[in-house]
């Protein structure tokens, strides 16, 4: 799964905490389900009780309503054992992570999920708030990657992580979601080289 | 007007075309408040007819819909006559279009129509479509900017004035519409002198 895109759903991981972890899995599965299936606007408590086979009551009594739904679907996604990739070279790294969000978003269902989340905070302040977690969470998880690369001399030291994995993810999310174009493998290793071109000459170093 | 944000609402613009530009623009307008007020699952034919004056039936017989409405009203919007800086430096144009997209899409109120359009592309292909259509467009209005950067030697010749463009609004988009993070003029600059040192490494020259 890729650092950077919100993953696709993960059926069958096993999980601590025996029938509320499963309620919360079979919770969370509907939800991608009728995100994938309606998008956010269409969504509803009903659907989710229908297909998760929680009923209504305990679903409004956990998660409040449908934004809290989506919220908590968002949170267990970033629930997960990724680690960043370890090439040995940042250059390596960077290409990997965008081979990883090509993998992930370039073909449209495995971009459905993703995708759903992202269109969900244009309409839910719960949902952006909980897709900006992700991320702060996603990009210290990158912190090492980064660590390593300036003990290598590869970047300058104060390299700001958040700042470098912004920017090899950004090309490839702003052709998918706003330009409305196309990512190929070219795109990936652009955006990976374009990263590493910026970081090279000090540009997410953190003012001092 | 930012290049690379489709554009908030240009009221009072004079445009030529008498009744019929009246119309569309009195139909533009009230697309673009519906989709600030509602977005776009909340758009309706009957929100347009009574917000424009214009009636319901010629609304269905000359934008067939929901859909054409939002299209159409992001084709009158790349109608402008906005033309990239030139500030006589590829770093000090740059600068400029990255403080463009910031004094354009940094408050929520200038925002909303863009971010707006941004949304509704995630429901409707002829949105997207519209969408892409508008940025193409925004690119190619770049192309003397970035010939003018590779005459004065600031990048290698052929650079592709459509990788550039993207890479100094992503990050800055990337901020705003996927991690939901604010932006600021740190962050502009930052997107600017990134896309400038990717540019001088010759990672946008096109494959020859």
């Known amino acids: 799964m890729s650092s950077d895109a919100p993953p696709s759903q993960a059926p069958g991981t096993v999980r601590p905490g025996g029938r509320t972890a499963r309620t919360r899995d079979a919770v ?9 299936e309606t998008g956010y606007p269409g969504l509803t408590v009903e659907y989710v ?6 009923h209504k009551t305990t679903l409004y009594r956990r998660w409040g309503g449908v ?29 990997a992570l ?13 971009a459905a999920v993703p995708a759903a989340f992202i269109a969900a905070a244009f309409q839910s302040a719960r949902a952006a708030d909980a897709l900006r977690a992700f ?15 300036a003990e290598r001399g590869e970047v300058p ?11 090899v993810s950004a090309p490839l999310f702003f052709r998918l979601f706003i330009s409305r174009e196309p990512i190929d493998t070219a795109d ?19 003012p001092v």
């Open 188 to 206: 990936a290793d652009q955006a990976a080289d374009a990263a590493l071109a910026a970081a090279r000459a000090g540009v997410y170093t953190r």
């Open 28 to 36: 969370r599965d509907a939800v991608l389900a009728g995100l994938v």
């Open 67 to 95: 934004e809290g739904l989506v919220a908590d679907a968002l949170e267990l996604a970033g629930e997960d054992s990724w680690t960043p990739p370890d090439t040995g070279s940042l250059r390596g790294d960077l290409r």
């Open 135 to 149: 991320y702060a969470e996603r990009f210290a998880r990158c912190t090492p990657l980064v660590e390593r690369a």
């Open 98 to 110: 965008t081979q990883e969000i090509l993998d992930s978003l370039g073909d449209p269902a495995g």
């Open 49 to 54: 009780a229908e297909h998760s086979g929680v």
């Open 157 to 167: 030291s104060g390299t700001e992580p958040g700042a470098l994995m912004r920017a």
